[in-house]
């Protein structure tokens, strides 16, 4: 028997197919939330990989240079070098009463600089560029002092007299005191004095006729020499190497050595680091006398450094001009010319020869000379310490003061303050320094305040003085700006066998210090900004964005699913409902 009409319930047909709309739209929601998900996690990596691709050195099979490498040879770049001199205005009262150096800074004289690598070449596995990095330097009167020409005079410390009167007394040498004697009259006779006028471009590139220099390369001299000393010279010193006296002379459109550097084909965290300058892989041992101080360690100049630094790294570069390499920590978040960067200083310790890690860069002192007799300041001792039972190192900073060391006095020499290091080399060649001259930071910056205030009219301030300040692009490691500074001093002393120097007080005097302040054209700025800010930016907007797209999108297609089904299963109801009650009607007609 089959059921009654009352037990029947009809129910209409619902098509459980999504709508086309709704698959369009989850298709769209699809690709937004994969693009959100790329940007929140592909992008990173991807990004990463293609900036190591883009910095590393190469060259294509026809010689043709990557960008990187196109433009580390030809840098774009300003760099302008402001020098400042330190006139002496009481030469006099220093040469013959003794008295403290008053010096007033001049300048600047303002220099710009460019440089460029005309020679290099890729070793045949392409991991290594050997180049020679030319430099020239041009006067910019715009940019100058009104009083800064390049004819200036200026008073300064008459170098070649004074490395004469130094190596007389230097103990290496052993001259005779009627020595001594003879020839510091015939520095006389020269007209070499402890002082001179000089004009600034002779000073620094030109370079000018010393007579001592004059002499010391004369057939005259060369003549005596084979004749009454087997070839030897007749001087009880040697003469440097100059035909004239200049700092800089002959640098203009010339390298300093030729380099041999990572290309970072194989790791681009060592690219641009440094293989081997002049051929050597480490310093010479007459420079500097441990091997972490006679490690070439990091770049050229600091021009390149890794990629994706971190404010916990600490950046190393080789400094030719002054003959040795440097580190730098973190300082601070800058930005320049809108691209947001990290700024990298020079800690004071790097300066600080009387630290441990630091002996190998210490000024030898063969004269013996208290340079600074103030510093450094210890208590009065109280002598209630054994000596004999205890073992210390009296050449550390920590210990200067300590009751059985004897304050700067330590090996039969004196020690200098912080802030001081010879120069060890002709700078930026391979060739020892030509006379006994001190590098410091500008104004004495990370020395003592007794130290500060051995010679009137020197100020420090930090912003404008330290000596090593870069801002990098994190991300490329890419340099932004770069501000280098040194200065160069003099030492002097008293010795009574010598007759300029007889009065002449135990110190440094300072010459002159440079301010290089190097940044990059516009064109160069805007390729870092639109790879490296632009494109990381409208990354990052995109992936919050996308995401925030995305997940109302899935939103609107669930909401618009349970509403349409909803519908569906409420005209089902009403169906249903219309049905029962027809057939209701129909049964009672019945």
């Known amino acids: ?12 047909r619902v098509s459980r197919r999504p709508a086309k709309c709704t698959v369009i739209s989850s298709v769209i929601a699809a690709l937004i939330l994969l693009l959100s998900a790329f940007c929140w996690f592909g992008f990173s990596p991807l990004f990463t990989a293609m900036v190591a691709m883009k910095l590393s050195f190469s060259e294509d099979n026809l010689g043709v240079p990557s960008q990187a490498t196109f433009l580390w040879s030809k840098p774009p770049m300003n760099n302008t070098f402001n020098f400042y001199i330190y006139n002496v205005t009481n030469p006099t009262h220093v040469t013959y009463y003794g008295e403290k150096p008053r010096v007033i800074e001049v300048g600047p004289f303002a220099i710009r600089e460019s440089e460029r690598k005309k020679e290099y070449s890729f070793s045949d596995d392409g991991d290594s560029i050997w180049y020679k990095n030319y430099k020239q330097f041009v006067y910019d009167a715009e940019r100058s002092c009104e009083d800064c020409t390049y004819e200036a005079p200026i008073y300064i410390p008459n170098l070649p007299a004074i490395g004469a009167m130094m190596d007389l007394g230097d103990p290496k040498y052993n001259v005779s005191r009627a020595a001594k004697w003879i020839i510091s009259v015939g520095l006389i006779a020269l007209g070499e004095y402890p002082f001179k006028y000089v004009r600034f471009g002779d000073l620094v590139f030109d370079g000018y006729d010393d007579p001592l220099l004059t002499l010391g390369h004369s057939p005259i001299l060369k003549y005596l020499s084979n004749t009454y000393n087997n070839g030897s010279s007749v001087m009880p010193f040697p003469i440097p190497p100059l035909k004239k006296m200049g700092f800089f002379v002959g640098y203009n459109n010339s390298n300093d050595e030729d380099y041999v550097i990572n290309s970072g084909k194989a790791d681009i965290n060592n690219i641009a680091s440094i293989k081997k300058w002049a051929g050597m892989a480490s310093l010479p041992e007459t420079w500097w006398s441990t091997p972490q101080a006679r490690a070439i360690n990091g770049s050229d100049s600091g021009s390149f450094n890794k990629p994706n630094l971190k404010k916990s790294d600490r950046l190393y570069m080789f400094q030719s001009y ?24 020079i800690p004071t310790e790097v300066y600080d020869t009387t630290r441990q890690e630091n002996i190998g860069f210490r000024y030898e002192n063969r004269e013996k000379v208290n340079y600074f007799p103030e510093w450094p300041e210890c208590p009065p001792k109280t002598n209630t310490t054994n000596c004999d039972l205890v073992d210390i190192n009296c050449g550390l900073s920590e210990n200067l003061c300590h009751e059985c060391c004897d304050r700067s006095h330590f090996n039969g020499t004196y020690l200098l303050p912080p ?13 020892d320094a030509p006379f006994g001259m001190i590098f410091s930071a500008p104004h004495y910056l990370f020395s003592p305040e007794s130290t500060v205030d051995s010679v009137y009219g020197l100020n420090p301030s930090h912003d404008p003085h330290v000596p090593l300040s870069y801002t990098h692009e994190p991300q490329s490691g890419m340099v932004t700006e770069v501000k280098f500074r040194l200065q160069i001093n003099v030492p002097i002393r008293q010795w009574s066998d010598i007759v300029q120097s007889g009065q002449m ?69 009403e169906q249903n409902a219309l049905l029962k009650e027809e057939t209701r009607r129909g049964v009672q007609v019945v």
Request: proline share 7%; aromatic share 16%.
């Open 1 to 12: 028997m089959g059921k009654s009409v009352s037990e029947v319930e009809i129910s209409p």
């Open 322 to 345: 002054m003959c040795r390499s440097f580190y730098m920590d973190f300082h601070e978040e800058s930005t320049v010319h809108g691209i947001p960067g990290y700024n990298y200083e």
């Open 419 to 431: 802030g001081f290091f010879p120069m060890a080399c002709f700078p930026g060649k391979n060739q």
């Open 505 to 573: 007080p135990n110190k440094f005097i300072p010459v002159l210090w440079a301010d290089s302040h190097a940044y990059l054209t516009q064109p160069a700025y805007d390729m870092i900004y639109n790879f490296f800010v632009t494109i990381p930016t409208a990354v990052y907007i995109t992936k919050f964005i996308s995401l925030f797209v995305g997940i109302l999108l899935v939103l609107l297609i669930v909401a618009v699913r349970i509403r349409i089904r909803q519908l569906e299963q409420r005209k089902i109801r």
